[in-house]
């Protein structure tokens, strides 16, 4: 499985970008992938932590991920469709950070058509955001 068409060598899985039950656009996959694959990665704007939290401060919708004790990704302007992956306290992905680089993972078989989602754990909006995700046991927050 090599690169796909128009799209970079990390991205192994074709997905599409569109509105989401969950909260805006999700990420969807178009194939399906198998069980702890490996679906794509994401780049974006290398920060500081502080500089992360300085603008997580100021936004509502928050696309920075924390890779170490000192350094973040700020997926705003990035233009891989990963960055859209949606938060669900049931997910079906994973989110690593590996050397650095921040991949999505299948946890288990995800069907064509089917939104990719993961647990974003401790996320900068520090529970003042009402979690949408719907699934049986939702914490209710992030």
């Avoid at 989602?117 to 992030?142: I, K, M």
Wanted: hydrophobic share 35%; with cysteine; net charge positive.
């Amino acid at each position: 499985m090599g690169a796909l068409a128009g799209h970079p060598p990390y991205q192994k899985f074709e997905v599409a970008v569109r509105r989401s039950p969950i909260d805006g656009f999700g990420v969807f996959a178009l194939e399906p992938v198998p069980k702890w694959h490996k679906i794509g990665e994401v780049r974006g704007e290398s920060i500081t932590i502080s500089e992360a939290r300085r603008r997580a401060a100021m936004l509502e919708r928050i696309m920075i991920v924390e890779i170490s004790s000192k350094k973040a990704i700020d997926l705003a302007k990035s233009t891989d469709p990963m960055r859209f992956t949606n938060h669900s306290c049931q997910p079906n992905g994973q989110l690593r950070v590996h050397e650095g680089r921040i991949e999505f993972y299948a946890l288990r078989n995800i069907e064509p058509g089917e939104e990719i989602t993961v647990d974003y754990g401790e996320t900068h909006h520090e529970g003042r955001l009402t979690c949408r995700c719907g699934a049986p046991g939702c914490t209710g927050r992030l």
